[in-house]
């Protein structure tokens, strides 16, 4: 969580916890005048969770506190990124422009990628790279070791093509932990015919997840299943 005089970005989670934490780090903020206070050694504070704060969870967490200045944003972000999870997204379409959304704020390095050209929203943040890919399955080779992969193009035939490099780098590598595809089972029963007759076996097919999206959100608008999918994301990384 970063703090400033006049704002914060991020949360360690609410409460009166959160609130005296922002008290105590302006208070270092002052102390440290103009200088910003960069290079300081962090600070490491203890919070019982009890009736000192108001509040009934038990417990202890422990605070670090530490001055950074703008010298210190390069390092900060290259630390803030190795935390995130690789996750590729194939379409940049009405969904994929609002899963984009979704994924943002949440805990993923987000490549997102199209074949077509200019079809990507500008200003997009740090976190988020795109690419044009022609032919998309090409930029499959190149994804990042635990990505999660999410296939949504605007054309069948290149779904189809993305699903089989994903299969493809499975049986070499292994390194793809969720393969999503946007569609229904209908769908997916055809894919799976096409997957068959190149060689991939039933074991194989079962990595790939379609529908996407967690059970019993029936909306078909692309912010509904924006959160459905991501939720489903989240999920992945929590049982890994």
């Not at 900060?76 to 935390?83: C, T």
């Amino acid at each position: 969580m970063a703090v400033f005089a006049d704002g914060v970005v991020g949360t360690i989670g609410g409460g009166h916890l959160e609130h005296q934490a922002i008290a105590q780090a302006r208070a270092g903020l002052a102390a440290c005048g103009e200088s910003g206070g960069s290079g300081a050694a962090p600070v490491r504070r203890r919070f019982a969770l009890g009736p000192s704060l108001g509040q009934c969870c038990g417990g202890v967490v422990h605070l670090e506190f530490e001055p950074v200045s703008a010298s210190d944003a390069p390092a900060l972000g290259r630390a803030l990124r190795a935390k995130l999870t690789p996750l590729a997204l194939f379409g940049a379409g009405h969904v994929g422009q609002a899963l984009a959304r979704v994924l943002v704020p949440l805990p993923f390095a987000l490549t997102w990628i199209d074949s077509r050209d200019g079809v990507f929203p500008p200003d997009l943040p740090a976190q988020v790279a795109c690419e044009q890919s022609e032919p998309l399955q090409s930029a499959v080779p190149g994804l990042a070791p635990g990505s999660r992969v999410l296939v949504m193009s605007f054309s069948h035939a290149e779904d189809l093509e993305v699903v089989a490099g994903c299969l493809a780098r499975q049986r070499e590598r292994a390194d793809l932990p969720y393969i999503g595809l946007i569609g229904s089972q209908t769908k997916w029963a055809a894919f799976g015919r096409r997957l068959r007759a190149r060689g991939f076996t039933s074991a194989e097919l079962s990595q790939v997840t379609c529908p996407i999206g967690i059970a019993g959100i029936a909306g078909k608008q692309p912010e509904v299943i924006a959160v459905a999918v991501a939720a489903q994301l989240l999920q992945s990384i929590e049982l890994q």
